[in-house]
Structure formats: C-alpha cells, structure tokens
C-alpha cells in the first residue's frame, strides 16, 4: 500500500512539473524548432544558385589558367592547343552557368505567374 501511494505521488509530481511545458508547447508559434520555414521551391532554387555559382567560379578560374597556359607556351603548338581547347571549354562552362541562371529565372515566373518586364 505504502508502495502504491508513492508512485502516485512521484506521478503527480512528474505531471505537475511537466504541464507547463505541455501547455506551454501547445501555444508556441510554428517555426519555434529553429528550422527554415522556406518551401521546397525555395529551397531548390537556393541549390541552383550555389551549384550555378560553383559551376562561374570553376569557369572563371578555368579560363585565367588556360590564358597562363597559352601565355606560357612559348610557341608549342600542341601547348597552344591545349590552351586553346582549356579556353574554349571555360567559356563553355560560363555560358552554360548563365544559361542555368536564365532558366532559372524563367521558371520563377512561370511559377510565380507574375509578369517581370
């Protein structure tokens, strides 16, 4: 018996010290977790823009090394080429980094459907 009436007392104290934090929870704003509140949309469209800022700067840094490699070649054709070719695929890289931007973009507005001239 002694037994029995103290667990219900060590019961009734645990819920009397957790019932503020019960009711406490139910009045809390969404959001209170720390975690982003963005939508999926969202959320993709921040990758695209770091993946596609990656995709620039290995462009940029690409095309500064093939122009010390043409400038270091010294007249070696089969250098110059290669420069020539690093060069050409930088480029490539840059433009397809802006053609993902403007993709980007295009699909913001048509899923947004408001009208950005």
Do not use: H
């Amino acid at each position: 018996m002694k037994r029995k009436i103290k667990s219900v007392a060590y019961s009734v104290s645990v819920l009397a010290l957790a019932a503020p934090a019960v009711v406490g929870a139910q009045f809390e704003k969404p959001g209170g977790t720390g975690l982003p509140e963005s939508s999926l949309y969202d959320i993709i469209q921040n990758i695209m823009y770091y993946l596609l800022m990656m995709v620039g700067i290995v462009g940029v840094i690409g095309f500064a090394i093939a122009g010390i490699l043409y400038l270091t070649a010294a007249g070696d054709e089969t250098r110059v080429n290669k420069a020539k070719s690093a060069m050409l695929y930088s480029i490539i890289g840059v433009i397809v980094a802006l053609a993902g931007l403007v993709a980007l973009n295009f699909a913001e507005g048509l899923l947004s459907a408001q009208t950005k001239f």
